[in-house]
């Protein structure tokens, strides 16, 4: 399910502290303290991270790459393609509609009640679950939804004259649409908030236009957080799972569903690990992902911090 | 007069009330059909809904998963504080130099997303299954693995903002030991952020479904699912239920949020 | 380069009710540096930025170099202004800071921004982003931006307000050196009245909205139009005194008047500390009931009868001073103002 993020800085680096260096008595004990910390994230992270790992790289017990290469397998090719493509358009989308509806938010009064119940419903509607939000979009475009009846009935359009998308990659692009926009609400608004005024009044007494303001101060300082946005929505839609699960019974045309079938049906003879291969694949992709994401959000805190 | 600035101003505003309007119909729009869906029947199924002896009777899975949510949402809850709460204080007191290593694993579950673990955590299921069942309040494991990134962000920004290291040379100047120190120096005062992680985990769990449906367990969303093969209408009803309790509960986290603000 | 002439006439500015300014008027020379000095929410900051063109006025003109640019967008009244704080962009170095108003009117660039940045005397930092420049190094970069484009008139609002004292009294003196090199007309805001004294040509006190009085620093200071302006502007003892002709009669002493006045005969004098001397005296009329020494001066406390009066003294002095001492205090001849007495 799309994971919500509370704050875009969930990933900027701790501040540096020095650390004791001997290792007394005291040191010991204190580092016992975390021990039930570190037990437990070892035994439900730690140890199913190496499963998924070191069960790409193995048959039967033994070390093979053969996992790992029927990645290139043109299905599974064709399933992260899509889920690429599926991931990056609505990231796409939902950062610039997001980028608009966070810039109208920004010019009302800060503190005031239009911007914290704006601010409120995108928290909730980012944080829709996936089979919620998969029965809300059937209410409304379903077969027998609200929008398709009134078109039929009004407009005489039938929405789904040529097949029914919905359960399709068009429809998985218009669901995950309405999460990723109130996401990217809650994630670029800060870095909105952290345009100063006076460069904007430095600007014009300067003789700078409104045009010249946003293509070479605003759109400059503001590029790497939307950049930085646009890929935390990315990784967001291609870690999501439980909408397209639930939207989504014929076929499984990207990754979260493949595994969802290598897991529960009957697996193909000798490739009961590439559950493990994709997984670990998926991994790789949103890692590399978030890394982008952070180093961007170094440069975004300095200039908007 | 000129005005100059008072025009764009207006501008502003025009543009800003007709984006957030439309944008306000857009995403209430299938708010609005749910609603729309589920009283075609006359509102009987909102009767039934909100009567638990006849729902539990008409739909016994569906019960079955409200309650099991509700149990690992309290579970989970309770987990996350007994583990994350003391730890953060301690490594911020006691060993600040482990403090990016927490905060990197804290932080790992947002790379490694629900399918993925899921995948791992069969294994070490299959252990649990052994020694403590298969009810499906043990996913509260998996679950608190997954809420560490938005709970630890809540507690780390909460001792962020008091100057635990002050309060706590203070409290062992005056001879407290680190129990105390922990237990009634720090904890009360960040209550608020305890708070907030405490419903942000709520929340999460409420919507879960992924690690649920896959481990073979069940919970409020996959008992919606399953639902949603046999009754459509109810099963639209419990999700406008349960989207309505999860505003509520970000709501309410953020009105904790702002008394925090204000106390300061 | 030749400053322009700067008239602001009947300036007035409401924000929800309350009024900002209220019938502000001021003529500045060309090549002036005026300081508006007043305490907070007395208009100085809006008049500025009307001036600028940052904010509407409810009424009144403002005219440049004797053409009305009231009705003006910001953009186009060439202008150079530096702020409080955040002034240079952060993602451009200081020497991409200071050709950016060049940039926009597509003139050559290079040249001049060098120039500029060695006149604030930071060549040396072209190169470097703000956030690896202190604030005194951002500020002259933002003075040499604003003067960059050549402009009519210069605007500072508290530029120095958010700096260390020391950079402060440098980045200063500073200023003033470069202003009057350049010779571009100055409005400089600022609520600390040694700041304006030490720079400007004339002295603007503001209060709730209009001005007190605009003149020479001395004149502001030696001078002061209206009580408010004796007691902003340096420290002022309020003492008891008659009313005797030109002259008012305090503590036994005949002192002249800034200006002349009627009413009385019971008035209250407002009396610098350093014109007041406290002399050790067995059959002085005073006692001494504190003293605090502020290092090149030292300020003494004494009772007379009922009345309190603040001197300042020399170090020297001070070691005669102790606590309870009896002292005669003696009054310089020198003019002073009367409470309830303003500006006509």
């Known amino acids: ?305 | 007069m000129a005005g100059l600035r008072a025009r764009r101003a207006r501008r502003q505003a025009v543009f800003r009330w007709t984006t957030l309007a439309v944008a306000g119909v857009a995403f209430l729009l299938p708010l609005g059909a749910m609603l729309e869906f589920t009283l075609r029947d006359g509102g009987g199924t909102w009767a039934l809904l909100i009567d638990w002896p006849q729902l539990s009777e008409t739909y016994p899975d569906l019960a079955e998963g409200i309650v099991a949510s509700f149990g690992q949402a309290v579970l989970t809850a309770l987990l996350m504080l007994v583990l994350l709460v003391p730890t953060a204080i301690w490594v911020r007191l006691r060993l600040p130099g482990l403090r990016p290593l927490v905060e990197f694993i804290c932080l790992l579950p947002l790379t490694i997303p629900a399918i993925v673990l899921v995948v791992g955590l069969a294994p070490v299921y299959a252990w649990v299954n052994y020694f403590l069942g298969s009810s499906s309040l043990t996913l509260t494991f998996a679950y608190t693995i997954l809420v560490l990134p938005y709970a630890y962000r809540a507690i780390d920004a909460g001792l962020s903002a008091i100057d635990v290291r002050t309060l706590a040379e203070a409290a062992r100047g005056l001879g407290a030991g680190w129990f105390t120190v922990m237990a009634r120096v720090v904890l009360p005062n960040i209550r608020s952020a305890v708070l907030s992680a405490a419903f942000l985990t709520v929340a999460l769990v409420l919507g879960e479904y992924t690690i649920a449906s896959l481990l073979n367990r069940t919970n409020l969303q996959v008992a919606i699912y399953l639902l949603g093969k046999s009754s459509a209408t109810m099963s639209v009803a419990v999700s406008l239920a349960a989207l309505l309790l999860a505003f509520v509960l970000l709501l309410l986290l953020s009105l904790v949020g702002d008394r925090r603000k204000a106390s300061r | 380069m030749n400053g322009v002439a700067v008239h602001l006439d009947e300036l007035r500015r409401s924000f929800g009710g309350v009024p900002a300014l209220d019938g502000l008027s001021l003529e500045i020379q060309p090549g002036e540096l005026i300081a508006l000095l007043g305490p907070s929410g007395c208009g100085k900051t809006t008049a500025l930025r009307i001036l600028a063109g940052l904010e509407d006025t409810d009424s009144g003109r403002v005219l440049v170099g004797g053409t009305d640019i009231t009705d003006r967008p910001a953009n186009r009244r060439d202008m150079g202004m530096v702020f409080q704080a955040y002034s240079l962009f952060p993602h451009l170095t200081a020497l991409q800071n200071v050709q950016f108003g060049l940039k926009l009117r597509r003139r050559a660039a290079g040249d001049r921004a060098a120039a500029m940045l060695a006149l604030v005397g930071i060549d040396a930092y072209a190169d470097r982003y703000p956030h690896q420049l202190s604030g005194g190094q951002q500020q002259r970069v933002a003075l040499a931006r604003a003067l960059a484009i050549e402009p009519q008139v210069l605007l500072l609002d508290e530029p120095l307000s958010a700096l260390d004292a020391k950079v402060r009294v440098q980045l200063r003196d500073e200023i003033r050196r470069i202003q009057t090199e350049v010779g571009t007309t100055t409005v400089f805001v600022t609520h600390d009245q040694e700041e304006a004294l030490a720079i400007a040509d004339r002295v603007g006190v503001m209060r709730a909205g209009r001005l007190e009085q605009l003149a020479a620093p001395t004149e502001v200071y030696l001078r002061p139009a209206s009580a408010f302006v004796a007691d902003f502007v340096g420290l002022s003892n309020r003492l008891p005194g008659r009313l005797d002709g030109d002259a008012v009669s305090v503590l036994g002493t005949r002192l002249p008047l800034v200006q002349a006045a009627a009413g009385g005969p019971e008035v209250t004098a407002l009396v610098r500390p350093e014109s007041v001397d406290v002399v050790p005296d067995a059959d002085g009329t005073g006692r001494v009931l504190s003293t605090t020494f502020l290092g090149p001066t030292s300020r003494v406390t004494v009772a007379v009868g009922e009345t309190l009066v603040v001197a300042q003294v020399t170090g020297e002095r001070l070691a005669e001073l102790a606590t309870d001492t009896r002292v005669r205090v003696d009054l310089r001849p020198v003019p002073v103002a009367l409470e309830g007495v303003s500006a006509s």
Request: proline share 5%; charged share 10%.
């Open chain 1, 1 to 305: 399910m799309a994971a919500a993020t509370e704050s875009p800085d969930l990933l900027a680096p701790a501040p540096r502290v020095r650390a004791p260096r001997r290792l007394t008595l005291g040191r010991v004990g204190s580092l016992l303290g975390t021990v039930p910390f570190f037990a437990y994230v070892v035994t439900f992270l730690v140890i199913p991270t190496l499963v998924v790992v070191i069960g790409a790289f193995t048959e039967d017990g033994r070390f093979t790459m053969a996992n790992v290469a029927a990645l290139g397998d043109s299905y599974i090719l064709q399933a992260y393609g899509r889920s690429v493509m599926l991931s990056a358009v609505t990231a796409i989308i939902g950062a610039i509609i997001g980028a608009v509806l966070a810039y109208a938010l920004v010019t009302s009064r800060p503190g005031g009640p239009l911007r914290r119940i704006v601010t409120a419903a995108s928290g909730v509607l980012a944080q829709f679950g996936g089979v919620t939000l998969a029965f809300a979009f059937l209410a409304t475009l379903g077969l027998t939804g609200f929008v398709t009846v009134f078109l039929r009935d009004h407009l005489g359009l039938d929405l789904y004259a040529n097949g029914v998308w919905l359960f399709e990659l068009p429809g998985l692009v218009l669901v995950y649409t309405y999460f990723q926009v109130p996401l990217m609400v809650i994630v670029f608004l800060p870095a909105l908030d952290g345009i100063r005024p006076q460069w904007r009044e430095a600007t014009e007494s300067l003789g700078g236009s409104t045009w010249q303001y946003w293509t070479r101060v605003a759109g400059p300082l503001l590029a790497p957080a939307f950049v930085g946005s646009t890929l935390l929505l990315f990784a967001n839609a291609f870690s999501a799972y439980a909408t397209a699960a639930a939207l989504v019974s014929q076929g499984n045309p990207i990754v979260p569903l493949q595994i969802r079938s290598a897991l529960t049906s009957e697996v193909v003879l000798g490739r009961q690990n590439l559950g493990n291969a994709m997984a670990l694949g998926m991994v790789v992709v949103v890692a590399v992902v978030m890394a982008l994401y952070a180093l961007l959000q170094k440069r975004t805190a300095r200039w908007l911090g």
